[in-house]
Nanobody, 118 residues
């Protein structure tokens, strides 16, 4: 059984920074590709960034490219999303998704709220 837990959300002013974390437990951590999604108030969930199971590639949505950085620490079984130059439109619940590359089975966390004030 895989468990995904996000943390680190909060309230920050526009232009500020925040780092949110995703801990994946229950299986060997390195087997999973990890992605961050977000769901702004009243809108659909959207993909934000992803990192491969071995850390060799990362990808970003155009809306966050150059401002957000995804990274992983396999020893800590944690993936981070460093968010800089935050904008009010980054306000959303941020979700972590762990996907097993062999069969695309995936697991979701419960989400962490990020609020950016203007």
């Amino acid at each position: 059984q895989v468990q995904v837990d996000e943390s680190g959300g909060g309230l920050v002013q526009a232009g500020g920074s925040l780092r949110i974390s995703c801990v994946v437990s229950g299986r060997p951590f390195f087997n999973y590709d990890i992605a961050w999604y977000r769901q702004p108030p009243g809108k659909e969930r959207e993909w934000v960034a992803a990192i491969s199971w071995n850390g060799r590639w990362t990808q970003y949505a155009d809306s966050v490219k150059g401002r957000f950085t995804i990274s992983r620490d396999d020893a800590e079984k944690t993936v981070y999303l460093q968010m800089n130059s935050l904008k009010p439109e980054d306000t959303a619940v941020y979700y972590c998704n762990a996907q097993r590359p062999s069969d695309s089975q995936d697991w979701w966390g419960q989400g962490t709220q990020v609020t950016v004030s203007s």
